[in-house]
C-alpha cells in the first residue's frame, strides 16, 4: 500500500465542512482511501454503481436521515445529481442540531467544474479535494522512471511486470471508451474516440490544432472540441493555458495538450517498456507531462499553472505563479546534462521570475549559468509542497 500525499487534507476538510467532493479518474485510488478513512470513524459506504445501493436511496432523506450520526460515504455521485438537493436540506437540517461536519464524503470521477455545476446547490457547504494519480513524490526516488513508464495509477505502477501493467492500461482504456463514457450520456463512436486520444498522446505536449485533428478524423472543429471538453472534464487530459500578461509581446494563444497519465500515454501509443519508450519520438513531450502533473499535484492550492511562448520563440515549459504572486519557471529536460536554449533567458527576462529551475532526471541540484538551478524533480516538488 502506497500512502497517499492527500489523505491528510481530506481529513482536515472532513473535520472543517459537513460535506467533502474528492475527485479524481476511475482507479485512481478514491475508493480505497475513503475506505481507510471509514475505518477511524462511525461511517457507511454506498456505491451509486450498485442496483442495490441505489435502491436504498429511493427516499434518499428517510434513509439518510437515519444514518446522520454517522459519516455518509456515497461513491460515483455524479451518478445520481439529483441527490445533490436531498443533502442540502440534510446538511441544513443537521446544521441546526449541531451536526456541523463529517457528514458525507462524496466520490465522483468528473472535474471540479462539473462537479460544481451539478452541486451547486451545496454552495457553501461542500468543499472540493482532486486525487491525482500516484506521483513523483509518493515513491522513491529511484522508483520514478519506473512510475513514469507505467503511469501513476495504482493497479498499473503495481502490476508484477510491465507486460501485466499494460495490459491493465488498455482494460482501463477500453473500460472507458465502452462503458463508462457512454453511462455519462455523449453518443460518441468508441472507436473514433480512441483515434482521437491518440491522436492526443501522439502530440503529447504540443500545441492544441484542432483543425488538423478535424480533418484527420473526418469530423469539424466543434466536435473536436466537444471530445475535448470530454476527456477533461473526465480528467484524463489537461488544457495546459498560455500565461498572458499586458506585454508588449506577440504571445502563443493556442492551449498545449497532454494526456495527463503517463501511463495512458504510452498504452495508446503501443509502448509497454522503458526501452521502447527511450526509442520513441513521443519520450521528450511524455516527460515533460509527466513532470507538470507532478508540479500540478505538488503545488499548493490555489497554483496556476501555465506555459510561456511568443512567435519569437522566447519559450518557458511551466511558469507556475504560486499564492502571494511569486512565479517558478520551469524548464522540463530529459537530459542527464541539460541545456538551457536561449528562449527560455529570453523569456525570463521578459517575466522576471523569483526562480528560474531545469528539472532533469538526475539525482543532485547544481547551478546554472544566469540564476538558473538544475534540480530533481522529486526536490522541485518537495519545494513546493512546502508552501502549501
Known amino acids: 500500500m502506497i500512502p497517499r500525499r492527500i489523505a491528510p487534507e481530506v481529513l482536515e476538510l472532513l473535520d472543517t465542512s459537513p460535506a467533502v467532493a474528492l475527485l479524481g479518474p476511475r482507479q485512481v485510488g478514491k475508493t480505497t482511501l475513503a475506505l481507510q478513512i471509514a475505518e477511524t470513524r462511525p461511517s457507511i459506504y454506498l456505491d451509486l454503481e450498485s442496483e442495490a445501493d441505489r435502491a436504498k436511496l429511493a427516499e434518499p432523506e428517510l434513509y439518510l436521515a ?81 512510475l513514469w513508464v507505467r503511469g501513476g495509477f495504482p493497479d498499473s505502477f503495481l502490476a508484477p511486470s510491465d507486460r501485466a501493467s499494460l495490459r491493465w492500461r488498455q482494460d482501463f482504456i477500453r473500460s472507458y471508451l465502452e462503458r463508462d463514457i457512454p453511462m455519462l450520456g455523449p453518443r460518441i463512436p468508441a472507436e473514433t474516440l480512441r483515434r482521437f486520444w491518440t ?69 495508446l501509443l503501443g509502448v509497454g517498456t522503458q526501452e521502447q519508450l527511450l526509442g520513441h519520438p513521443v519520450a521528450g513531450g511524455s516527460w515533460e507531462g509527466f513532470v507538470t502533473e507532478t508540479l ?58 523569483d526562480r528560474r529551475i531545469v528539472i532533469y532526471p538526475g539525482t543532485e541540484k547544481y547551478p546554472l549559468p544566469h540564476d538558473v538551478e538544475a534540480m530533481p524533480l522529486a526536490e522541485v516538488g518537495a519545494d513546493l509542497a512546502k508552501l502549501g
Do not use: C
Open 66 to 146: 437515519s444514518h446522520e450520526d454517522k459519516l455518509v460515504i456515497l461513491d460515483e455521485v455524479h451518478r445520481l445529481p439529483d441527490l445533490f438537493q436531498n443533502l442540502r436540506g440534510l446538511i441544513d437540517r443537521g446544521r441546526r442540531s449541531g451536526l456541523r461536519t463529517s457528514r458525507f464524503l462524496l466520490l465522483g470521477s468528473a472535474s471540479i467544474d462539473l462537479m460544481k455545476q451539478s452541486s451547486e446547490t451545496l454552495a457553501g457547504r461542500i468543499a472540493y479535494i482532486e486525487m491525482h494519480p500516484i506521483d513523483g513524490l509518493e515513491v522513491p526516488p529511484q522508483d520514478i522512471s519506473n
Open 199 to 267: 491522436m492526443l498522446a501522439h502530440h503529447q505536449s504540443g500545441l492544441l490544432n484542432a483543425a488538423e485533428f478535424a480533418r484527420a478524423l473526418g469530423i469539424d472543429g466543434k466536435t473536436v472540441a466537444s471530445y475535448l471538453d470530454l476527456l477533461v472534464d473526465l480528467l484524463l487530459v489537461r488544457r495546459l493555458q498560455p500565461w498572458h500578461a499586458n506585454i508588449s509581446k506577440r504571445l502563443v494563444k493556442s492551449p498545449k495538450i497532454y494526456v495527463r497519465d503517463s501511463g495512458l500515454t504510452h498504452s
Open 296 to 353: 500540478s499535484a505538488a503545488a499548493p492550492s490555489g497554483t496556476r499553472l501555465n506555459f510561456y511562448r511568443t512567435s519569437a520563440g522566447a519559450e518557458i515549459d511551466v511558469l507556475l505563479t504560486l499564492p502571494g504572486s511569486a512565479v517558478w519557471a520551469i524548464e522540463i529536460k530529459r537530459s542527464l546534462a541539460p541545456k538551457v536554449e536561449k528562449g527560455f533567458h529570453l523569456a525570463a527576462e521578459e517575466i522576471k521570475p
